[in-house]
């Protein structure tokens, strides 16, 4: 087998519910749309963990968050974990990533992200931009469009041609280019830090969507009645602080949301051009996948961490693969652990030990018999955003499994849980933890939490951490 190129395009804080392919009838998303008709797109993908950096890494190990180290965002990835790219550069492959990679903490909140010169946690080319504008593309900006360069800063009122999300898509497809010239394999990752509302999308596709159209989430008087506390005292927190919007303010935030996510849909649909253009299309394998969703106040929930529900969990993942199944919709339960070994599988090169994941190549190509999971497991410990919310960080761990019908949402130490019903309350909003007639339905998925948390120790002897 020909060595295959890779591209992964990673959204941010992206739900499953804002792509046309998924069922969304007011956002336009032809590109994505188009290429899911390619491809296969999965309706039970599973993050690890609620928020960006523990997923990536996630994503980039195929190890989950307890073992790989990345419990929660500013914990950065050990150096002596073994990244995707790495193993992909040792096989001969060209590596390059564009934009928001996060496996340090890069959000430096009152400065740009530092542009890194030479390796990076397996890619040799990089170009970073964060929760933060990255000093590379400042510089590219003060040098191209001076009279712009304070507005870069504060990303408002930028035009298309010097938004960063276009900066961010060029040193992709120019990578790609640079790759095909010199007859080398590659892999490529593109993503952006956008979608956190209020998005910031460039003049010509800001304002596109209506506030008064857009869907915003079913609140139920009762809801936070019936889950664990700090769930109210999130919701209050914010209510406090003056960041939990109201209808008028959250419509708006959404609309900016759809904005940001029709012109996203616009540089994949440039980079799918790029692969056209350098004749590599049928070659390349192409996922496209979301680090984790977004609750956009699901459940009176701003934002995300440190919540498991499926909005927050249940992301989009969409893969085309050269000989692979075209226009295929799979209901099987994966993880984003699975995508290391996929690719690796899909690509002809071996796994690292130490891999968790379970490669779903076998999905991908339509082979008979080929299944997902049987269930998920995510978790969610010392999340900053609580923080934010007047909470101590450290009061909240989790542990969760899902499964096609139930999940159960287990707090170490503490008499309280969730357990959800999915066939007949997909929306989570009927807590039956206490429920004397669902005792046993609780203690078989304690007892598979605890089967799955057994089965996911580290399979390598214990790393000394080096940051």
Not at 25 to 32: A, D, M, V
Not at 369 to 390: F, H, I, K, T
């Amino acid at each position: 087998m020909a060595s295959r190129n890779v591209l992964a395009f990673i959204t941010d804080g992206h739900r499953k519910d804002t792509l046309g392919c998924y069922g969304n009838e007011l956002l336009e998303t032809p590109n994505i749309d188009a290429f899911a008709a390619e491809g296969v797109r999965f309706e039970r993908a599973f993050c690890t963990h609620s928020v960006c950096m523990p997923t990536r890494a996630s994503l980039y190990t195929g190890r989950y968050p307890h073992v790989h180290g990345v419990w929660a965002n500013g914990v950065s990835l050990r150096k002596s974990e073994v990244t995707m790219p790495q193993v992909l550069q040792e096989a001969g492959w060209a590596t390059g990533a564009a934009g928001k990679i996060h496996f340090e903490p890069q959000q430096q909140y009152g400065a740009a992200v530092p542009a890194v010169e030479g390796p990076y946690y397996g890619f040799g080319e990089v170009h970073l931009s964060e929760n933060k504008p990255g000093e590379e593309y400042l510089r590219w900006v003060e040098e191209q469009y001076p009279e712009l360069a304070d507005q870069a800063r504060r990303r408002t009122g930028m035009p298309e041609e010097a938004h960063e999300l276009t900066w961010i898509t060029d040193q992709a497809a120019e990578f790609i280019r640079r790759s095909v010239e010199s007859d080398r394999p590659f892999y490529c990752h593109c993503s952006y830090h956008e979608l956190s509302p209020p998005c910031t999308p460039p003049e010509g596709w800001a304002g596109h969507y209506d506030p008064a159209e857009v869907p915003v989430p079913e609140l139920r008087a009762e809801d936070l009645e019936k889950r664990p506390a700090f769930y109210r005292e999130c919701y209050e927190g914010y209510v406090a602080n003056g960041r939990q919007p109201d209808e008028e303010t959250l419509r708006r935030y959404i609309a900016s949301y759809y904005d940001q996510m029709r012109f996203i849909d616009h540089q994949f649909g440039r980079l799918m051009d790029t692969l056209q253009e350098t004749g590599v299309a049928e070659d390349t394998i192409v996922l496209f996948v979301a680090d984790h969703g977004l609750s956009l106040n699901d459940h009176f929930q701003w934002r995300h961490g440190p919540f498991l529900f499926d909005e927050v969990t249940n992301v989009p993942m969409i893969w085309r693969v050269p000989d692979g199944v075209s226009g295929g919709v799979s209901t099987e339960l994966v993880e984003g652990v699975d995508v290391m070994p996929t690719i690796l599988e899909l690509c002809g090169v071996d796994a690292p030990p130490g891999v968790q994941g379970r490669s779903i190549a076998p999905l991908l190509k339509g082979e008979e018999g080929a299944g997902g999971r049987e269930s998920v497991l995510m978790q969610e410990r010392e999340a900053p955003d609580l923080a934010a919310r007047g909470l101590d960080p450290n009061s909240i761990t989790q542990w969760a499994v899902r499964t096609e019908d139930w999940k159960l949402i287990h707090y170490p130490g503490e008499e309280f849980g969730e357990l959800y019903d999915l066939r007949n309350d997909p929306g989570e909003f009927d807590n039956l933890w206490a429920d004397p007639g669902r005792e046993a339905q609780r203690l078989e998925m304690e007892r598979l939490l605890l089967d799955r948390i057994a089965q996911s120790r580290d399979p390598l002897p214990v790393r000394e951490y080096d940051w």
